[in-house]
C-alpha cells in the first residue's frame, strides 16, 4: 500500500454547491492520505511517485453515505407497499431482531459490507441493531473493509416487540458503555456514533443516560427526525413537553449542543416535516440534514424541503436509508434527490426551485463529507476519497462530455455496474 | 427455431389487476406461439414437447413499454435539469436532426434496438422521427431483433426547428403515404402507428390528412396528451375550438373512434393533467394511457392521477419513454409508479390510495398488453412472450418467496442486468 501516488484521468468534484469543475487529462496527487490537488500539467515535485493512468475514465470524490441501516440490507427492495409505522412493526423490527444470532449476523453483515465496498461509498454513518456484540462484529468488518464509517448500537427501550426492545434504560445504557469500551482503541477507521432510534424507541430515562455518555465520551449522534406526520403526532404524545420533535433531543443533549451550549457533530435523517422552529433549532445547533428521497418515497412520508433547507443554510448530506431507501447507490440517490425536487416544486410550492443535478453531487461529496471533516473533494487539502468511473459499456452513436457522462451514468446508477477503482483516505481498496 | 416447447422454473404472472399468482416449480407450455397454460404437473400430452428447465429462476411474462422515443436513447440521462418545453427546443428536437443522417441514424439505432432486445421489453411501441428513411431503417433492425412493436415516423409541421420540421402539412403527408407503401407487407412484427407528434407540433391540415389516412388504412395511433400545465395552455391557444386538449386530436378522427364512431387502438403518452372531461371521453373512445412515471418526474410536469384512470376505467399501460425518461428499464418503470403514486397520496390528495407492487406488475404486462391482442401473461390463450429472471448475484441471508424476489429485482432494475432468456410469440431471443 502506497499512499503517495498520482492519478491521471478526467478529475470532477464540485467547486461550488452549483457548479462541477472538471479537468479533462488532468492529474491528481495524493500524499500521506490527503489530495496535493489537480493538475492540468504534473508539477516536477510529483513526477517521481507512482502514476496510474485512467484514460478517458471520470475521477471523481468518493461519495458519503450520511444515513444507512446495515442490517435492513437483506430485504430491501421488498415489503415496499407499507407506510412507516407499518413497516417498522412488519418489516424493520422482525429482520433486526434476528440479530441476537451472531451466525446470521455474520452472514447478514458480510454481506452489506461486500456489497458497500463495491459501491461509490467511501465514508457512511451506519445504525446497527441494538445488539452489542453484533454491532462489534459489524465493525470488524467495516474495518477490514477500508471504508470509514461511524457505526451506532442502537438504542430502543420501548414501542417494540419484546425480542428486539431492550429490557430497561439501565440496560440499554450499561450495553452502551460496554460496547465503547469494548470497541475504544480497536479500530483506525471504524469510530462509534451514540444512535437512540428515534423518540417513540426510548425512554425520557434512556434518553438522559444516552445525554450523559454522549457528554463524557464526546461522542457524534445520529438519529431519524420529523420523518412522518403520523410519527410526529406519535412524539408529541409521548414527549409533550418538547417544543418541536428536535427539541425532544436537544433537552437532552442529543441535538448538536451539550447543556453547556458546546457544539457536537450530530445526524437526522429525514426531516421532511420540519416545522420553521425546528430548521432554525437545527441551524443553531450546526445539525446535519440526512436527506433520504427513496426512502422518503417509498414510506410515503413525503417530500424533503432541501432547497429550503439550503437557503436557510442548514448542512445537507444524501443517505441511502437502506433498506426504507432499496439501494445502497449514491447515484440513484442523487437523482432521487433531483427527481423528487421536481415533484416538490410543481406540485407543493413553486416558490422552491429544483435542486439540480450539479446541486445533487455536492450534497452526495462536499454536503455529507463535512460531517466527517475535509471529505467529499479531490481539491487540495482534503482527504483522498475517489472512485473511478468506467462508463465505457454505454455506446453512444456521439460523443458526450464528461458532465454529461458523469449525469448519466448517475441516472443509469453505473455505481452500482461501472466502478473501475476506490480509494478511500489514500489506500487502494480495489 | 421450435415454437412448440415447456419451461419449468417460478412461474408468475397477473391474476387480477391486484394479484399476482405465483406458481413454484411449474411448467409453461407453448404452441405454435401461445401459451397453454401453467401446470404443477406435466399433462401428459405435452410429455414429448422440449423442455427447458430453469430451476429456481423466475419466469414471468414478457414487459410492454407503450411509449418510447428511439431516436432520444444516445442522450438518455442527460439535460435532465430542464422542463418540457425547455427541453424539446434544446435537447430532443436538435438530436432528432441528426436522424436525416442515414449513417448517424443507423449507428444509433442499432445500439438502441441491442438494448432494448437485451430488456424484458418483448412489445413496444415507438416514435422514430419525422424522418421516412430512418423510420424504416429503425423498422428493418426492429423486424431482425425478433421484438413486436409498433413503429411510428412522426408527424410535425410547425414549431419546430427548421432542420426538423416537415415542409409543409403536404410534405408531411406524402411523406407518411410513401412510407406506409414502402413498407407495407414488408414486415411480420412490425406494424406501423399513426404518429403526429403532439398538437403544438401539427397544424389542423396536418391533422385534417393523417386523420384521413387512418381513415384509409385503418390505422392506429399515438401521441402525446396533456403532459404539463404550460403545454396544455399552448394547445387552448393554438386550437381555441377544441373543448379540452384530447378533443383536438378527437375532431379530426385521432383519438380512439373514427368519425363513424368506429373504434381503433389509440395510445396518448402522459396524460398527467387530463380534465375530468377529457377522462370521459378517453373512456368512451376506448384510448390507452401510456403512464410514464419518471420522465413525467424528470421534466416537472407531475404524476398522473393512475388510481384515478384504473377506477374511472381507463384502459393502462407502462412507458418508458426514453430520454423524458431516463432508461429502457420497465422494472424501473413499475417502481416509479408506484413511488410517484405514494407522493401523490401524500402530497395532493389522500383519498387516492397508491398503487402497490402488483398493480404496477399489472400495467406493465395484462395493462400495456392489451394493446397488442392477448398478450401480458402465460396464461392460455396469450401470446407466449416470457422472461427469464436470474437473481443469483444478489445473496440474502434469509430465504424470500418468489414475490419478495419479483419486487427486489424491481426495485433494483435487476432486468438490466440478470435477464436469463426471453421469448417473444413463442421465439427464443436468448
Tied chains: 1, 2.
Excluded at 439501494?327 to 406540485?347: C, G, H, I, N, P
Aim: charged residues 25%; contains cysteine; hydrophobic residues 35%.
Amino acid at each position: 500500500m502506497n499512499d503517495n501516488f498520482v492519478l491521471k484521468g478526467i478529475v470532477c468534484y464540485s467547486r461550488s454547491q452549483t457548479e462541477i469543475a472538471v479537468f479533462p487529462d488532468s492529474y491528481v496527487v495524493c500524499e500521506k492520505g490527503i489530495s496535493r490537488g489537480v493538475y492540468r500539467t504534473l508539477p516536477e515535485g510529483y513526477q517521481t511517485l507512482p502514476l496510474t493512468d485512467y484514460g478517458d475514465k471520470l475521477i471523481l470524490p468518493g461519495l458519503v453515505d450520511l444515513h444507512t441501516h446495515a442490517p435492513q440490507y437483506p430485504f430491501r427492495g421488498t415489503g415496499m407497499d407499507l407506510e412507516l409505522v407499518e413497516w417498522l412493526q412488519s418489516r424493520a423490527f422482525p429482520e433486526e431482531a434476528r440479530y441476537s444470532n451472531l451466525d446470521y449476523a455474520r452472514t447478514a453483515y458480510r454481506q452489506f459490507v461486500e456489497r458497500l465496498t463495491r459501491s461509490a461509498t467511501t465514508r457512511a454513518c451506519v445504525f446497527a441493531t441494538r445488539h452489542r456484540e453484533a454491532t462489534e462484529l459489524l465493525m470488524d468488518l467495516l474495518e477490514d473493509s477500508g471504508l470509514t464509517t461511524f457505526v451506532g448500537k442502537v438504542n430502543m427501550d420501548r414501542n417494540a416487540p419484546e425480542d428486539l426492545q431492550e429490557e430497561s434504560a439501565q440496560v440499554s445504557a450499561r450495553e452502551t458503555r460496554l460496547w465503547l469500551e469494548e470497541t475504544e482503541g480497536r479500530y483506525r477507521r471504524t469510530r462509534p456514533i451514540l444512535t437512540p432510534r428515534f423518540i417513540p424507541s426510548c425512554t425520557e430515562e434512556l434518553l438522559e443516560s444516552l445525554g450523559d455518555i454522549r457528554q463524557e465520551r464526546g461522542l457524534p449522534v445520529q438519529s431519524h427526525l420529523s420523518e412522518n406526520p403520523e410519527e410526529i403526532r406519535w412524539v408529541k404524545e409521548l414527549c409533550p413537553q418538547a417544543e418541536f420533535y428536535g427539541d425532544a433531543y436537544d433537552r437532552r443533549g442529543l441535538f448538536g449542543r451539550d447543556p453547556s451550549g458546546r457544539p457536537f457533530p450530530t445526524i437526522m435523517a429525514h426531516c421532511v416535516w420540519s416545522s420553521p422552529e425546528e430548521v432554525v433549532r437545527m441551524k443553531e445547533n450546526g445539525v446535519f440534514v440526512a436527506h433520504c428521497p427513496a426512502s422518503n418515497t417509498n414510506l410515503s412520508s413525503g417530500i424533503a424541503p432541501v432547497r429550503t433547507y439550503l437557503d436557510a443554510g442548514l448542512r445537507v448530506g444524501l443517505g441511502s436509508d437502506v433498506a426504507g431507501g432499496h439501494t445502497e447507490s449514491l447515484f440513484r440517490a442523487m437523482t432521487d434527490a433531483v427527481q423528487v425536487s421536481k415533484l416538490y416544486w410543481r406540485l407543493v410550492d413553486q416558490t422552491v426551485k429544483p435542486i439540480t443535478f450539479a446541486e445533487a453531487f455536492y450534497l452526495a461529496t462536499k454536503g455529507g463529507g463535512a460531517f466527517f471533516g475535509n471529505v467529499g473533494s479531490l481539491e487540495e487539502g482534503y482527504e483522498f476519497d475517489a472512485i473511478v468511473l468506467d462508463d465505457s459499456s454505454l455506446s453512444h452513436p456521439q460523443a458526450l462530455t464528461a458532465p454529461q457522462r458523469l449525469e448519466q451514468a448517475a441516472y443509469l446508477s453505473l455505481d452500482l455496474l461501472g466502478l473501475h477503482a476506490k480509494y478511500v483516505a489514500g489506500r487502494q481498496l480495489f
